[in-house]
């Protein structure tokens, strides 16, 4: 009984939570209405941008390069 009891409690927790979270979403639904923009645009979720092998290639190099240059300063200074 006891670990129905917690559900519960966990329930109302949660319903309390997302009550809270309706409310905070009708305001900004208002204040995007009151601005003259659409409500209704969704967020879409952003494709994962890839890069081709010779662009990952070159960036590779650049690296390289960039701290070959690096440890030669380093070493002069040394």
Known sequence: MNLLAALKR????L?????KLQGQLDGVRAAA???????SIKVTRTTKRVLSAA???KIGRAAKKRWAKFRAQA????
């Open 10 to 13: 966990e329930e109302r927790k």
């Open 15 to 19: 319903e309390k939570q997302l009550h």
């Open 33 to 39: 209405t009151a601005l003259g923009r659409s409500t």
């Open 55 to 57: 662009a990952r290639a």
């Open 75 to 78: 070493k002069k200074v040394a």
